[in-house]
């Protein structure tokens, strides 16, 4: 049977190279059950050594000379070792009488003396010891693995967490940073929607009053005849066709204006401006276009969008006063992620239009309120603060956006971004127009509107195109009147009005005479209205030619 490997660590190795010592003590150990290994002469020792022993019986004779080795290892052991060696010594008596063991117990450390000759039980006991110190020594170190492990563990533990928490601590920075932008966009489009209801109300309440105002004026530039009268008469009326066009303006910014978009190709657009650009700039500012050859259609109100071009030049002609400079029109195609600002479009494809300055820029604060309608840091009388709302505005409604590069003392770039649209098809060209038919008729129109200084200036107006007139202040008087007045042709119908309102009446109509043609009157794009054919709505104030147009049109239709 193959005896039990023998490993290196339990061994004890013998070095006694002379007599008989080397065999007596095998066989004494061979006794006990300890494995033993016998070493020829010291570098056979030292190999034995390094790779593993339990102790040493070493014959003190058998250092001599070759020390240095084994000190060496000994100084390299590891914590927990303290090498056990069991000298075999020559002389008898005391360390006081062997000057050299005590050399040898300062060089070796664990270390006991035997007395030549020994007597065998005495080696046993001695033996014996030392490999129960040697196995303490390797349980110690067991432990001491056992705990470097659990540190290790703990190490990788914290190290973990540490990591964990750092990387929790990025995601919160990055959701608290998230989250201060996404509430100061809302408190920025909060406002923005708060000045729109604001403004579509006060523009809505002037639209009526213009409307009496540029209605009587009309009334009686025609009966007039006194030539001073006469030129204050139309003074009167420009001053109400600008102060008509603040009003619409107000309603643009307020996304309540009567849009007619269509597929338009802004570079076309663009070059056919490039004249009236250039003289409304003047000659110190150099106008560049630079259009993206292959350009998608845009959608959007074709007059409307020449209108904001004409704003945007105009306050970059502002912005460069002195010193003359260059306006960049640009034109691209683009397509967008998610918006980090409230006037920003929606992710998606948009025709951009920018229009660069290289004038003086915007403050922060000038910057975050340039939407705002009536804000301007311009002289009273020189800007109304109307020109960037009416832009932002026409934006929203059409489905767009638009954003604000700028740097103080660099200038400015303004983008406007509109929805891509269907391919171009010619426009169709307007009807010629006719001169305004005032022959007397037999139609009866029934005129409705709640503000009776309206309604007046209404009813002037459509007796003068020649029609019979009957009135009513109330969608209710309206519906009485139709009872007893079979010979109503047609409704004018204000669409805006308290108790019952224009869309109300309009449906009470239709179903006691649902042939009866109505026609609404508005001072701004309801949302039920836009839907609505185009020929049932008249915008306030009135066009006189466009009233007898849309009138003939209904009746006829
Ligand atoms: N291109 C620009 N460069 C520098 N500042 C600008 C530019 N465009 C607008 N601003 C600033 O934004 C403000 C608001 O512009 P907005 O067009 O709405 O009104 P306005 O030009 O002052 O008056 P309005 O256009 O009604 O005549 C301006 O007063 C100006 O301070
Ligand atoms: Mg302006």
């Excluded at 802004?266 to 056919?272: G, I």
């Excluded at 010629?432 to 309604?455: A, F, T, W």
Aim: hydrophobic share 40%; net charge negative; glycine share 8%.
């Amino acid at each position: 049977v193959d005896p039990e490997p023998i490993r290196e660590a339990d061994r004890v190795l013998i070095l006694a190279p002379m007599g008989r010592d080397a065999m007596i003590a095998t066989s004494i150990l061979n006794e006990i059950g300890a494995p033993s290994v016998v070493c020829g002469d010291l570098t056979a020792f030292c190999r034995a050594l390094r790779a593993g022993a339990a102790a040493a019986v070493v014959a003190e004779e058998a250092l001599q000379g070759g020390l240095s080795e084994v000190v060496d290892w000994l100084g390299a052991q590891p914590a927990w070792s303290d090498f056990p060696f069991i000298l075999l010594s020559l002389r008898g008596g005391g360390l006081e009488r062997n000057p050299n063991a005590g050399r040898l117990m300062k060089a070796l450390g664990n270390v006991n003396f035997l007395e030549r000759p020994f007597h065998p039980t005495t080696l046993v006991s001695v033996v014996q010891t030392a490999l129960r110190g040697r196995r303490r020594q390797y349980e110690a170190r067991e432990r001491i693995e056992d705990i470097r492990q659990a540190e290790a563990l703990l190490e990788r533990r914290v190290q973990e967490r540490t990591a964990e928490l750092a990387s929790t601590n990025r995601q919160l920075a990055a959701q608290i940073a998230e989250r201060e932008r996404v509430e100061s966009a809302l408190r920025q489009s909060q406002r923005l929607e708060a000045v729109g209801q604001l403004t579509s109300g006060v523009a809505h309440d002037f639209n009526n009053l213009l409307t009496v105002v540029l209605g009587n004026v009309r009334q009686l530039q025609k009966t007039e005849t006194d030539s001073s009268a006469l030129r204050r008469l139309d003074m009167m009326a420009q001053a109400s066709e600008r102060a008509a066009k603040l009003t619409a303006q107000m309603l643009a910014f307020s996304r309540q204006q009567k849009l007619d978009p269509r597929s338009v190709d802004l570079n076309e657009t663009v070059s056919a401006m490039r004249d009236l650009l250039q003289s409304t700039l003047g000659g110190s500012i150099q106008v560049q276009t630079r259009f993206e050859p292959d350009l998608w259609p845009a959608m959007i109100d074709p007059t409307q969008i020449e209108l904001v071009i004409l704003n945007l030049a105009i306050n970059a002609r502002d912005a460069m006063e002195g010193g003359g400079g260059a306006l960049t029109i640009e034109t691209r195609n683009i397509t967008l992620a998610a918006p980090t600002q409230p006037e920003e479009p929606a992710a998606g494809d948009y025709v951009m239009l920018s229009v660069r300055d290289t004038g003086s820029g915007m403050a922060e604060d000038v910057r975050a309120k340039a939407f705002e309608p009536f804000f301007t840091t311009k002289a009273v009388g020189k800007g109304s603060g109307l020109g960037l709302s009416q832009v932002f505005g026409l934006a929203k409604q059409s489905g767009g956006g638009i954003s604000i590069d700028t740097r103080l003392g660099e200038g400015t770039t303004v983008s406007l971004y509109l929805p891509r649209g269907k391919a171009v098809v010619d426009a169709v060209s307007n009807a010629p127009k006719r001169g305004i038919d005032r022959r007397p008729k037999n139609d009866v129109i029934l005129i409705v509107d709640d503000d009776h200084l309206v309604r007046e200036v209404t009813v002037g107006l459509v007796r003068d195109l020649g029609y019979n007139v009957l009135e009513a202040g109330s969608g209710g008087a309206a519906l009485d009147t139709l009872d007893s007045h079979a010979e109503v042709r047609l409704v004018l119908l204000d669409f805006a009005m308290p108790g019952m309102n224009g869309a109300e009446v309009a449906r009470e109509i239709r179903l006691r005479r649902p042939e009866l043609p109505v026609l609404f009157a508005t001072g701004y794009a309801d949302a039920a209205l836009t839907e609505s054919d185009d020929d049932q709505i008249i915008q306030k104030p009135f066009a006189e030619a466009d009233l007898a147009d849309r009138l003939a049109r209904r009746l006829a239709g």
